[in-house]
């Protein structure tokens, strides 16, 4: 768990093969962190919604200004300016990771059992 | 995906074929490459189709070349490779196209769709490797895409910021048979978005309550073709101007208030008169660190109005004030009407003292490379292009060619790929075929890319190579000298190639040139039309001066006095290891 707070972006985006490494690549090329992804096909799969866990620093608007340049985003979103816990708290999509992290917890304890 | 006749009869193609038709009917004539197994059926289209082919000898130059194309004419280029080492060999020039925004075209072919993963002969991930060095890529998976993704590469590389996009071609997809109705419209340019009116009026007010203001021009002038409301809105407000490597040509170089290039190798008034501005006016710049030094210490007294067609440019290196993500063009067309005149008689008066106390070292003799520039400018003709390589003798290019005019003055800028001169001096010589071109290359940069000689001697194009040979990797030897206690190591050539020797093995007519020059010899290579080859000898240790020690303000900028260059390189010994040689 991040003790830096954390934000949610979501991008709408053209599902395909190549997609996920033009998003990951840029994080890596620029040195921007991502904390986590969730992706899952909507709208019959020719779309995909992703959702990124990025720090809320100084870097997040040159962040959404490049994912915003990639050609296979469709559209970018700051959900909320919160921290991971908070998120969790929240409900809706902000609260996806916060699933995440509670279903992981539990396949460990399973694992551990 | 629009149709033009929806009732003509469909005809058919191959992906190949398809490719090419599309191609020819983006305006391209020509296409550079190299043929290879993977991409043999594209080039058995083109064999058919009367487009034009330069075989070139290394796919690096094809790339090249397309730029050299782009960079003079505008508009887009198209350059081929095969799979594997064919795409590797041109990445280079794909990334180089990225970093100074130029719109290039690359078709490499790619295995058949079977056997891609598979490590088959040949086979790298091209579409996975050319992700950061383009704007875009494709991966085409079938002949029928190709109707949307070749008009799309094309809009994709036009629109906004210019860039290059790579569509990877597997072989298979080259030889599909399709049916097409009929081809979809060609790819043009999004328009570029306008300038917000407000934003545009408290511009001009900002301009016109500053008493200190100075134009910072770059590549994206050049891009949106403002050079002329450039000119315009300095010499209605009296702003003094200052240009990037990129915006070479954009101003007058007798325009009392134009002052060169910024940065590293700029002229002391030129980076003096950027650090007293109060109002500093930057259009189609990015703020590289090559142009602002240290950016703590860069205008610091400036507020900024910063218009740039790429939105993440906007704050990426330094806050502006007040901005606009726009075409440069567009902008200052509306902008140039809200500002008034104004003489700026006090800040004129400034500027002027300071051009005649801090120019550039003026040559100190006929030996000088900055000396040379100058004579080789006069001999060529005067409309003539020049291509540059990367190093010393690009900065006394940049500092002493009298560049008149944009895309004249080819330059490798961002990415600083040595090898570019002689492939991307093809290119414009192809563009322009009754216009001399001059490469201007180092000994070192020459040796990067020179069987391309066999490529000009083919084609018999009007090029002269002047090759500026002082045995070293000279810019390198110089941060040596400077800023690693004279340790010289791996910048000196222990073996140095007869280059006259070369030249003339290739078919090209060649002359030595040592020092003290022979102006009949020097003269010789403009006498007539066709490639010939210059290598002139150079002093083995000159320096480029001023030079901005990495890491250091503009301000702090060294000159040729050894006394100063001992104390900067004393005291920036050990923290410049961010100081790569162009």
Known sequence: MSALPNTIVKLMVRNHPGTMSHITGLFSRRGFNLEGILCAPVGGGADSAMYLM?????????????LGKLYDVKSVTVLIDHTWSHAYKDGGEANLFGHLEELLNAFEAEERA | MQYENPRAAATQYSGASLLIELLKRQGIDVVAGIPGGANLPLYDALGQSGLRHVLVRHEQAGGFLAQGIARSRGGAAACFATSGPGATNLLTAVADAKLDSIPIIAVTGQVPMGLVGTD???????????????????????????????????????????????????????????????????????TPPEPDGALLASMARMIAASERPVLYVGGGVVASGAEEEVRALSAACGIPVVSTLMGLGIMDLEDPLYLGMIGMHGSRATNIVVDRSDLLVALGVRFDDRATGAIAGFAPRARVIHLDIDEAEIGKIRRPDISAACDVRRALKRLNRLVGRAERVAWKAEVTALKREHPLD???????????????????????????????????????????????????????????????????????????????TGDGSMLINIQELATIAENQLDIKICVLNNGHLGLVRQQQELFYGRRYVASRFEVRPDFAAIARGFGIPARSVPLPYDQDVLASAFAERGPMLLDIELPETENVYPMVPPGKSNVEAISASPALAMTAAASSNGSSSNGGAR
């Open chain 1, 54 to 66: 990025v720090r809320n620093d100084e870097r997040l608007e040159q962040i959404v200004k490049q």
């Open chain 2, 120 to 190: 088959a002969f040949q086979e790298v991930d091209t579409y996975g490797m050319s992700i950061p060095a383009t704007k875009h890529n494709f991966l085409v998976r079938s002949a029928a895409e190709l109707l949307e993704v070749v008009p799309e590469a094309f809009r994709i590389a036009l629109s906004g910021r210019p860039g290059p996009v790579l569509i990877d071609l597997p072989k298979d997809v080259q030889q599909a048979r399709i049916d097409v109705p009929s081809l979809p419209a060609p790819g043009v340019p999004d």
């Open chain 2, 362 to 440: 003026p040559p100190r003799d006929d030996s000088h490379p900055g000396a040379l520039m100058k004579r080789l400018a006069a001999l060529a003709p005067a409309d003539a292009l020049v291509s540059v390589d990367v190093g010393q003798h690009q900065m006394w290019a940049a500092q002493w060619w009298p560049v008149k005019r944009t895309r004249t003055f080819l330059t490798s800028g961002g990415l600083g790929t040595m090898g570019f001169s002689l492939p991307a001096a093809m290119g414009a010589a192809i563009a322009s075929p009754d216009t001399t071109v001059v490469v201007l």
